[in-house]
Nanobody
Framework: QVQLVESGGGLVQAGGSLRLSCAAS????????MGWFRQAPGKEREFVAA????????TSADSVKGRFTTSRDNAKNTMYLRMNSLKPDDTAVYYC???????????????????WGQGTQVTVSS
């Protein structure tokens, strides 16, 4: 089992940057593909970005391409989401998730993930 804890959320002005972290418990972090999702008030949870087990493959939603970058440090059991050029539409609770997958695969559907963090709030003011 994997426990995930997000951190790094907060209030930022439009155009600003934040870096979210997702710390995982256990010694099997590198066996999981990881992802970021977000949920804004009144909206469904949506895919943001994903990264393969080794970190060699990443994918992201069109809405954040060129602005958000996900990475991971398997030695530290941590995944990151660097968010630049933030917009008010990026305001949401951000969740990290872990799922079993082949080595080079990324997972972009929430149903593919087995473990979820509790979320961290990101608020972008205009």
């Amino acid at each position: 089992q994997v426990q995930l804890v997000e951190s790094g959320g907060g209030l930022v002005q439009a155009g600003g940057s934040l870096r979210l972290s997702c710390a995982a418990s256990g010694r099997t972090f590198s066996t999981y593909a990881m992802g970021w999702f977000r949920q804004a008030p009144g909206k469904e949870r949506e895919f943001v970005a994903a990264i393969s087990r080794s970190g060699g493959t990443t994918t992201s939603a069109d809405s954040v391409k060129g602005r958000f970058t996900t990475s991971r440090d398997n030695a530290k059991n941590t995944m990151y989401l660097r968010m630049n050029s933030l917009k008010p539409d990026d305001t949401a609770v951000y969740y990290c998730a872990a799922g079993l997958a082949p080595v080079a695969a990324t997972l972009s559907h929430s149903s593919e993930y087995h473990y979820w963090g509790q979320g961290t709030q990101v608020t972008v003011s205009s």
